[in-house]
T-cell receptor, first 116, second 114 residues
């Protein structure tokens, strides 16, 4: 069965500093990987995805993520954090081989707090 | 482009009552998902449709939950009878067909069962 692990419940970072939100995954085939952000009382908003090709993927609001196949990781990064980046971040995976009926499986989320 | 529409936004019911949620996906999106998000957890897939057919309902508690997608557009998720542990946010999402496509989410319905 496919799964996603987000090892940190909460990440705190000072405004202007770089941020990293960690994600590791497990699938039987090749992964399709996604990051979403959730603001209070809102649905999930798509940030970026890795399908194939360049391991560094750029997305919305200055976020990027690095795919590392050997470490089965897909960490979310931003060079300079903003207070407005404070939110809940979810990593998700889908098995490209069709195992799991192409189900999109989410991690439990990481709360990012950017301190002014 | 209009996003995924869900209603109602909030619902409070007593245990053993029934409740229904409605979702209108983005136009042209053949795939529709219903997720359950319990406070402090990530979304869990309940059911996935492609057009009006069910692709995956392996995690749907079928003794009390049901969902339909008539005509391959709007969808309704029903709970009957509700239990206290059904208190959660119910998220609807839609996407184009294809495993490499991202899902777009509605704002969700927050259900409280008392």
């Amino acid at each position: 069965a496919q799964s996603v692990a987000q090892p940190e419940d909460q990440v705190n970072v000072a405004e202007g500093n770089p941020l990293t939100v960690k994600c590791t995954y497990s699938v039987s085939g090749n992964p399709y990987l996604f990051w979403y952000v959730q603001y209070p009382n809102r649905g999930l908003q798509f940030l970026l995805k890795y399908i194939t090709g360049d391991n560094l993927v750029k997305g919305s609001y200055g976020f990027e993520a690095e795919f590392n196949k050997s470490q089965t990781s897909f960490h979310l990064k931003k060079p300079s954090a903003l207070v407005s980046d404070s939110a809940l971040y979810f990593c998700a995976v889908r098995d490209s081989s069709g195992a799991g009926s192409y189900q999109l499986t989410f991690g439990k989320g990481t709360k990012l707090s950017v301190i002014p | 482009e209009a996003g995924v529409a869900q209603s109602p936004r909030y619902k409070i019911i007593e245990k053993r009552q029934s409740v229904a949620f409605w979702c209108n996906p983005i136009s042209g999106h053949a795939t529709l998902y219903w997720y359950q998000q319990i406070l402090g957890q990530g979304p869990k897939l309940l059911i996935q449709f492609q057009n009006n057919g069910v692709v995956d309902d392996s995690q749907l508690p079928k003794d009390r939950f049901s969902a339909e997608r008539l005509k391959g557009v709007d969808s309704t998720l029903k709970i009957q009878p509700a239990k206290l542990e059904d208190s959660a946010v119910y998220l609807c999402a839609s996407s184009l067909v294809g495993s490499n496509t991202e899902a777009f989410f509605g704002q969700g319905t927050r259900l409280t069962v008392v």
